[in-house]
């Protein structure tokens, strides 16, 4: 059974930063694709950043230069560092696996930027 395990989120003040992690297990990790998504209160889940198995990255626009995701396969865990947070970033984020068609999700740890 594939299981994803996020951690790292919290409160942090405007410019802060905190760097997320998710761990997984259940599966080979090296085969996966890996993603974070976050969602605000009462807006619609969005990708915020992507990486391939290959090692490639895709962000979405308002992250791009400030969050950077990663993986480490000998841990079998992905990360997003978050840097320069602002209000806009409070959301809970989500992990997100994909192979072969099958697409997992983790249960989402929330992070508030606020003063």
């Known amino acids: 059974q594939v299981q994803l395990v996020e951690s790292g989120g919290g409160l942090v003040q405007p410019g802060g930063s905190l760097r997320l992690s998710c761990a997984v297990s259940g599966i080979i990790f090296r085969i996966a694709s890996m993603g974070w998504y976050r969602q605000a209160p009462g807006m619609q889940r969005e990708l915020v950043a992507t990486i391939s198995t290959g090692g490639s990255t895709n962000y979405a626009d308002s992250v791009k230069g400030r969050f950077t995701i990663s993986r480490d396969n000998a841990k079998s865990t992905a990360y997003l560092q978050m840097n320069s947070l602002n209000v806009e970033d409070t959301a809970v984020y989500y992990c997100?696996?994909?192979?072969?068609?099958?697409?997992?999700w983790g249960t989402g740890t929330l992070v508030t930027v606020s003063s």
């Open positions: 997100n696996l994909g192979v072969g068609g099958m697409v997992n």
